[in-house]
């Protein structure tokens, strides 16, 4: 079993920033691969960024050249830096880390920006 915590979410302006954080805890020794999704109101949840356990990165279109995933495998966290925020990017933004063939979510965190 893993447990998924978020933080870091909140209200910023458009153009502001924001990093995210998400720590995994219990059997960690076997995390292939950490992801960011979300989801905003009335709309599907969606894939954001992914990060593999090696640092393979890869990035959903939208948020490509604004926002950075990267991960600290001794802290068994990862991160996601938001930069050049728009008002699209509000969302509940979760935490999904696949470790033993299935996936695990977080509670995840609200993103709102807004001016």
């Known amino acids: 079993q893993v447990q998924v915590v978020e933080s870091g979410g909140g209200l910023v302006q458009p153009g502001g920033s924001l990093r995210l954080s998400c720590a995994a805890s219990?059997?960690?020794?076997?995390?292939?691969?950490m992801a960011w999704y979300r989801q905003a109101p009335g709309k599907q949840r969606e894939w954001v960024a992914a990060?593999?356990?090696?640092?393979?990165?890869n990035y959903a279109d939208s948020v490509k050249g604004r926002f950075t995933i990267s991960r600290d495998n001794a802290k068994n966290t990862m991160y996601l830096q938001m930069n050049s925020l728009k008002p699209e990017d509000t969302a509940v933004y979760y935490c999904?880390?696949?470790?033993?063939?299935?996936?695990?979510w977080g509670q995840g965190t609200q993103v709102t920006v807004s001016p």
């Open positions: 999904n880390v696949f470790s033993g063939a299935r996936g695990y």
């Open positions: 219990g059997t960690t020794f076997n995390i292939l691969q």
């Open positions: 990060i593999t356990n090696i640092g393979s990165t």
